[in-house]
Structure formats: C-alpha cells, structure tokens
DNA sequence: ATAAACAAGTTTACATTATAAACCAAATTA
DNA sequence: TAATTTGGTTTATAATGTAAACTTGTTTAT
C-alpha cells in the first residue's frame, strides 16, 4: 500500500535540485542555489550526495575566470525521479484536490 | 518557486499514517501498524508528534480487555496535508508523467 | 495456580541526516 | 594593496529517524 521512498529524493533540497534539473539540459550551482535559496554549504553537501549516487554528474570548470560547477541529471537520476514521484502519489491520493 | 514542505509531514512514516486517517473517521494503532509496516516504537514516536502538533488526536481506551489507541485526524491536520499536498506538486511537475 | 508466550504500546539509546558556521582560494573593487 | 565578493568545501553540531529493550497487562498451556 505505502511504497518505499527512495531517502535520497525524499528530501526538501535533494528533491528540488533534481526537480529544476529534471527540466534543464544542465544547470550551475550558482543557479541552484539561488532557485532554492540554499545555504552553499548545505547546497555542496546535498549535490555530493546526489553525485555519489550516480543521479546526477557534476562537472567543474571556469565561467570566464570564475569556477562553475555544471550539474546535469543522469539516465539513472531521472528514472530514480520518476519512480519517487510515482510513489508518493500512493501517499497523497487520500487528500488530492 | 520552490515551497517550504511542513516538516512534520515530510517523514515517510508520519506522511503514510496522514494518508490513512485522512481517508478514514479513525484507525487504532495497530491497524495503522499492519498498514504501514512500522515497528511498533517508531509508529509511537511519530504519532505522538504529530499529536502533540495537534494534526491528529489519540484516544486510549480498550477494546474488550486489551488496551486499544484511537487515532483520529483534526482539522488543522486535514488542512496541513492539503497544504503539504499542494507544495509538493510544485517540486514534482517537472517530472510528472 | 503458575509459567510461558503474546499483545499493545512506551522509553531510550544509537545511527543517520540536515544544516549552518567557519573556512579557503581566486577574482573584483575601492 | 587592502577590503569585499564570488564560488564554493569542510566540519562541527543540531535535529531526526529507527530499532532494540522494556513495561504492563492478557491469554494459553501445564
């Protein structure tokens, strides 16, 4: 009845990063943040955690001369996504609009 | 762009006991146990938080001899979910199918 | 009648997770 | 050249989740 939530989507920033990067080819860290209005550090570590999962891949270079550091989703990130998003509708059916 | 989720409802077990007393006039403990596969202690802590968050209330009583706990979801838990329901859409329509 | 097993939870100790503060390196601005 | 800003990372602490151990009482077996 209550599928499983996958712990690394079920949470309030992992989720919107993978959110905003489920619908852009890539996206930057700085772009990132701004859009969730995370703090960098907590930002960095959640970002790492998603790497070492494989669920997305995290490229870093030079904007101009400033570091950026790209992220993009993976084939495994987006399947990852979908299933989470599949699951959780079982929890939110008693109260959908 | 990307809400604050209710942090008490995002926890995959207090979410699954929402969802059940959100469709149902009560549920006793050990049906929402059955339900939601929990061990019997983490179901206690989590149902008494959301208690005492006043989304739900617990009537202990006793079903013939054998102690029973009643749960029941108040109308301020019926609005946090419908709240927490509608934020949540805003992260997963990037990847909604 | 007494012991063993079961039911319904609660408490508590531990593991995991999240978060922010402190830090670092390079670039820009004053 | 000194201070500030940008773009992060590391790390220490706080918050959260979870299961194991415990409690209280009930039922079943001996």
Redesign the interface.
């Known amino acids: ?2 599928p ?2 996958d712990p690394l989507l ?1 949470s ?1 920033l992992r ?2 990063v ?3 990067l ?2 852009v080819e890539s996206a930057d860290f700085t772009y990132i943040r701004t ?3 995370a703090t960098a550090g907590n930002l960095s570590v959640q970002i790492e955690k998603l790497d070492a999962a494989g669920y997305i891949t995290v490229e870093k270079g030079f904007k101009g001369r400033k570091p950026c550091t790209t992220c993009r989703i993976t084939p495994a990130g ?1 399947e990852a ?2 299933k989470y ?2 699951a ?1 509708k ?8």
Not at 91 to 96: Q, V
């Open positions: 009845m209550f499983k939530l079920h309030e989720l919107a993978m959110s905003i489920a619908g859009q969730t209005g987006q996504f979908g998003v599949e959780l079982e929890y939110l059916s008693s109260g959908a609009s």
